[in-house]
């Protein structure tokens, strides 16, 4: 670690940045949007090339705080933090930030999107539910499997296959969801799985199903992304409703007995 390291660090901006990310990933398993300590959310710096802020190896997520974040560069050796980063972490999001271009990206396997990845269509189907609509002309397919992201190569084939887009839906694996800003982000990975939930469960029904026009879906995607101040506004609301980390929970009772 560097002292320039240790100064970007302790910078106001990227103490932000680090409280957002934590927040961001106690959110997904608030929402049940985690699985185990596996998956990955990352941020890059503004401004800095190759260097981004990543959740650690082995924390679960709902015991993540600023400190627990680690700093990497491109090549995803550790600049800052006191833990290693997952090998399949460092291929995909170092390959979605460079190659996409995305401030965010944020990588899951949450159920219901996960479960649409293992159908032969693979993705969602914006023109029923209203949730789904706000992703219309957003998302990509990745219909090729190739087992786990454990080389470079297969983190630039997955991100090349987002085609621009803000979403992906990787085939038999789970999603990508990438944005400009953790709150843009997380707004869209949490109603993504709603309308993947929605879509599964009507599917289950064996009914047939209702989709509305193209013309109605397009109006509806734009009314939604022309108020993202509602995204911001849902990032405040989980700042104050999400719980603290595990640790410090733990530590302020003990502090308090």
Not at 91 to 105: D, L, N, S, W
Not at 181 to 207: I, K
């Amino acid at each position: 670690m560097t002292q320039a390291h240790q100064t970007l660090w302790a910078s106001p901006d990227v103490r932000q940045l680090r409280d957002d990310l934590a927040l961001a990933l106690r959110a997904a398993d608030h929402h049940q949007l985690a699985e185990g300590i596996c998956n990955h959310f990352s941020v890059s710096l503004p401004d800095i090339p190759d260097r981004y802020l990543i959740n650690p190896l082995g924390l679960h997520w709902s015991e993540i705080g600023p400190d627990d974040i680690v700093m990497i560069d491109g090549e995803g050796t550790v600049l800052h933090g006191h833990h290693r980063v997952e090998t399949t972490a460092m291929h995909i999001h170092a390959a979605a930030h460079q190659i996409t271009g995305h401030a965010v990206v944020l990588h899951t396997h949450m159920p219901y999107a996960t479960a649409l990845t293992l159908t032969v269509d693979g993705g969602l189907d914006v023109t029923l539910s209203q949730n789904a609509m706000r992703f219309l002309g957003r998302t990509a397919i990745d219909y090729a499997y190739n087992g786990l992201a454990l080389s470079r190569a297969e983190g630039d084939r997955i991100a090349r296959s987002m085609q621009g887009k803000d979403i992906a839906f990787l085939a038999n694996h789970g999603i990508i969801v990438a944005g400009p800003t953790l709150a843009w982000a997380y707004d869209d990975l949490y109603y993504l799985e709603r309308a993947c939930q929605h879509q599964v469960l009507a599917m289950s029904t064996g009914r047939p199903l209702a989709p509305v026009n193209a013309a109605m879906a397009k109006q509806v995607a734009e009314q939604i992304q022309g108020e993202r101040g509602q995204s911001d506004l849902f990032f405040e609301a989980l700042r104050r409703i999400v719980p603290p980390p595990v640790q410090s929970a733990r530590a302020a009772t003990t502090k308090a007995a």
